[in-house]
């Protein structure tokens, strides 16, 4: 984590309180109500461990093909983090990203309207891909025609076509979780997005701004199930606009959380708003007086 003024530290204490902004590890177990089950974030480590014998899943059978299943619990944070050389027209989009400075030249905030460390927070949503880096975990359903993915942090979720559409060349209106097609090509998932709102993040990066895109940008996403507990990601983005190549990703693995289903956890407005009334604007105004 970034350098931070105790303004900011506390700040962002603050945002951890309303347990959307900071990734879950479970460290205590949230028992489900009767006939219930738990979702991802509400295991512990030993509920985890518990479950992986009770389901069996240690050389359990498996399709490749069947991607059905609750993954993960606290997002893949390690995805963007090594961008490639920015073009001019994306350095001016990175530094319109970077918030204010107290007088010691510290940061205080980047100007992440979805959320962020001492960021105030309009509850813009997180769009794809930023939700595979920033969730609660993640439900594949594999229907006839689609292939639907579920989330729990805003609840929302992304439909991934397979009836054989092709992506419209020029998407009559962005979207926050784009236009998707996905194929098989052996035992990969390909998936391949267009049509992106361009106000959402690929990351933030710390310890100032954020990674951004154009509305041009293009995702290719590599999926595979290595085993039936584990699932892989490898996700690139083609955005001539922004980066002067192609941001190919490290591959990730996101272990299967058998004896799950997914939870609510909406960033809600009135929440957020008395949040930065009360507690950021204030804060981050001492600040800069400092």
């Known amino acids: 984590m970034r350098k931070q003024s105790m303004v900011s530290i506390s700040v962002l204490v603050a945002v951890l309180a309303f347990s959307f902004a900071g990734p879950a590890q479970g460290p205590v177990s949230v028992p489900a109500p009767e006939g219930w089950k738990q979702c991802p974030r509400c295991q512990n480590n030993k509920d985890r461990a518990d479950s992986k014998v009770k389901y069996k899943v240690e050389g359990h059978p498996f399709s490749p093909r069947d991607l059905s299943g609750v993954w993960g619990y606290s997002g893949v944070a390690s995805t963007f983090r090594n961008p490639p050389p920015l073009t001019e027209w994306g350095k001016q989009q990175h530094a319109a990203t970077i918030g204010d400075k107290n007088a010691a030249g510290q940061f205080l905030h980047s100007k992440d309207t979805y959320k962020g460390s001492g960021a105030p927070i309009n509850c813009d949503p997180p769009g794809w891909p930023r939700l595979h880096t920033d969730n609660y975990g993640f439900e594949f359903v594999m229907l006839p025609g689609r292939v639907v993915q579920f989330f729990e942090i805003t609840h929302t979720w992304r439909t ?11 998407p009559p209106e962005p979207r926050w979780m784009g236009w998707s097609v996905g194929h098989w090509e052996g035992d990969t998932f390909v998936v391949q997005s267009n049509g992106f709102d361009e ?13 951004t895109h154009s509305d041009e940008m293009k995702v290719v996403e590599r999926w595979r199930r290595l085993d039936y507990g584990t699932i892989e990601a490898q996700i690139t983005i083609i955005d001539p606009k922004t980066y002067t ?18 939870g609510e956890n909406f960033c809600a407005p009135s929440d957020f708003s008395a949040f930065n009334s009360k507690v950021f604007l204030p804060a981050a105004g001492s600040a800069n007086q400092k």
């Open 160 to 170: 991934i076509w397979t009836d054989g559409r092709k992506l419209p060349e020029n």
């Open 199 to 211: 106000r959402s993040w690929l990351e933030d990066s710390q310890p100032d701004g954020g990674w």
């Open 245 to 262: 190549e192609p941001w190919v990703t490290p591959a990730t693995k996101t272990p299967l959380v058998p004896g799950t289903e997914l």
